[in-house]
């Protein structure tokens, strides 16, 4: 198991450039786009894996569990919020296909669309809250609600076949969702993204710990949470971040979030061990 851990250890301080090199892109469906880098965003990349264990995470090297958590919660909640309007924009940068710098890659189906057709109609993508946002009643307040490290590109249709289920695995395939699937109180992402949600879904759990003038949100080993300030299925979630470990279009969508944006980090994109580590 410390191999493994070791392997997928991304950004540590002892990561090489091959490795970054070897990391494979996301595999999309229908119009799909290759997830290569660019090459100043593969630069980027490498300078995260040599420098933010000793800079950024320098208070939390060295923890586990409890402390480990509480640590990265003091380190990642100290970020640059934007408003629901300015999510548009930032998700046309974070979320771009490298192959067409007119669109974005969405998240559920690995469809490559138009940057313009961002919206609520058939057809159009609109910004996906990862964590559900009535699961801890957050609305699209700034903060959880505009966090962009949640919050994804997503067909508006497929969008809304997730809803605001939980996560597990098993159901029926989503028309035009990629591979998805769902049932009546859960939802399976496409496996090229599985490991992305659930690092998403494990920041929020840090980040949002109820200090702040929200809930307290947390993971937990069930579906069908409703409106509690809840996600599940703990058990699933890990899994998939073993399972589906940091490409290079998850690197570098943390990347750009950090310099451009909200100046704060996913940590498990760049310690996916820590995610064992604390649950």
Partial sequence: ????????RKAAALATAAVLAAVAAPSLTATPATATTTASASASASASASDYDSTYYKDAIGKTGTSLKSSLHT???DQTKLSYSAVWDALKATDEDPDN???VVLLYSGVSRSKSLNGGDTGDWNREHVWAKSHGDFGTATGPGTDLHHLRPSDVRVNSVRGNKDFDNGGSAVSEGGGS???SDSFEPRDAVK???ARMIFYMAVRYEGGDGFADLEVNGQVDNGSNPYIGKLSVLKAW????????FEERRNQV???DYQHN???FVDHPEWVESIW
């Fill in 257 to 259: 979030i950090y310099d």
């Fill in 1 to 8: 198991m410390l191999a493994i851990r070791t392997r997928r």
């Fill in 241 to 248: 971040n073993d399972e589906d470990p940091p490409n290079a």
């Fill in 101 to 103: 710098s007119g669109n």
């Fill in 265 to 267: 980090r996913n940590p």
């Fill in 181 to 183: 699937l769902t049932d």
């Fill in 75 to 77: 380190i990642i909640s």
């Fill in 195 to 197: 490991g992305d949600v």
